[in-house]
């Protein structure tokens, strides 16, 4: 074994923890993407067949910081997830996601933030620092609404 081999190691990851922020950087979360609370987004509880949703994402940081904003987004018949950069609408981003331009029946969906100082960060992420795409099935209002009519009756809120 090279005798500077330990010396190199530990110089690769002085330099990569240096490059995370002291904030968002833990074991659990070495990155390639990060997670902060500075990116909020919630997440339609349904999203109906045919019908246009705006999905929108709160950023808070600088925007002379800001690089790029995109929402990552494929179907159940999509390969991959197609990168779509967002424009900034007063204090957040928006993406009109139209379900009659995809074909499917599942939408798979996340967003990233790219800062100019070579950060990246995604939303939704799990506990341990990797993106958890959210997951919606496209829904028929008729056949929802019947049902909720079923479970409900017919003065259900």
Known sequence: MNKYYPIALIALVLVSLSA????????????PFLKTIKIIHQPPEILFQGRPYDLE????????????????????????????PLKSKEDHYTYRFRPRRFKGNVVEYFFTVRLTNFKIFASPMDDVGQIKPVHRTLIDPVKYWEWRKTQYGTHGS
């Open 57 to 84: 994402l709160y950023v808070d940081f600088p925007t002379d910081s800001i690089e790029t904003v995109s929402i990552n987004i494929k179907t159940d018949s999509m390969y991959t997830f197609l990168e779509i």
């Open 20 to 31: 995370q922020d002291d904030e968002t950087w833990t074991p659990m979360n070495p990155g």
